[in-house]
Nanobody, 116 residues
Framework: QVQMVESGGGLVQPGGSLRLSCAVS????????MAWYRQVPGKQRELVAT???????KYVESVKGRFTISRDNAKNTVYLQMNDLKQEDTAVYYC??????????WGQGTQVTVSS
């Protein structure tokens, strides 16, 4: 069983930054692409960023140039550095594998609220 524990969210003003972390219970980075997703109440979960096993990175258009996904293999942790945050980035952020749209059980997520 693979578990994800997200952290690092909070309340930030527009233009601010946050760094999200996702601790994964097992090292699956050599087998699965990893991804960050986000969800707003009443809407479908959205794929935000993917880091493949081959180190290819993809972002949804709305976060390109502002968000950076990375991982630390030794710590079994995936990160999402978010800069120049906008109100539309407000959501609950989750991490999961990025090949199958979230194959593993979802964690509790971490709330990001961008507001002045």
């Amino acid at each position: 069983q693979v578990q994800m524990v997200e952290s690092g969210g909070g309340l930030v003003q527009p233009g601010g930054s946050l760094r999200l972390s996702c601790a994964v219970s097992r090292n699956i980075f050599s087998i699965y692409d990893m991804a960050w997703y986000r969800q707003v109440p009443g809407k479908q979960r959205e794929l935000v960023a993917t880091l493949t096993t081959g180190n290819t990175i993809k972002y949804v258009e709305s976060v390109k140039g502002r968000f950076t996904i990375s991982r630390d293999n030794a710590k079994n942790t995936v990160y999402l550095q978010m800069n120049d945050l906008k109100q539309e980035d407000t959501a609950v952020y989750y991490c999961n594998e990025g090949m199958l749209g979230g194959h593993f059980a979802w964690g509790q997520g971490t709330q990001v609220t961008v507001s002045s």
